[in-house]
């Protein structure tokens, strides 16, 4: 079983960054693939931005050029770096692990982005 925990929400200004967290634990198969999406109020949750063990990054192109997926496999742990925030980037954002169709997701972490 995996476990996701999430970090590094919080309260920002539009134009303003953010670094996410999230660390992983249990059993980890080494090829997967590991992502964020974001839960908007009153919509569904969407994909922001996935990275898989080899490094090939996958954007929405609502954040392409402004949010960065890293990690770092060694350390179980994944990031995303928000600059230029904007208010419609408000949402909640759950890390995810997926091996082929079996995903695991974290609690989540509240991202608020003030106009």
């Known amino acids: 079983q995996v476990q996701l925990v999430e970090s590094g929400g919080g309260l920002v200004q539009a134009g303003g960054s953010l670094r996410l967290s999230c660390a992983a634990s249990g059993r980890i198969v080494s090829i997967n693939i590991m992502g964020w999406y974001g839960k908007a109020p009153g919509k569904q949750r969407e994909l922001v931005a996935s990275?898989?063990?080899?490094?090939?990054?996958n954007y929405a192109d609502s954040v392409k050029g402004r949010f960065t997926i890293s990690r770092d496999n060694a350390k179980k742990m994944v990031y995303l770096q928000m600059n230029s925030l904007k208010p419609e980037d408000t949402a909640v954002y759950y890390c995810n692990l997926r091996v082929g169709s079996i995903g695991s997701w974290g609690q989540g972490t509240q991202v608020t982005v003030s106009s």
């Open positions: 990275i898989t063990s080899l490094g090939s990054t």
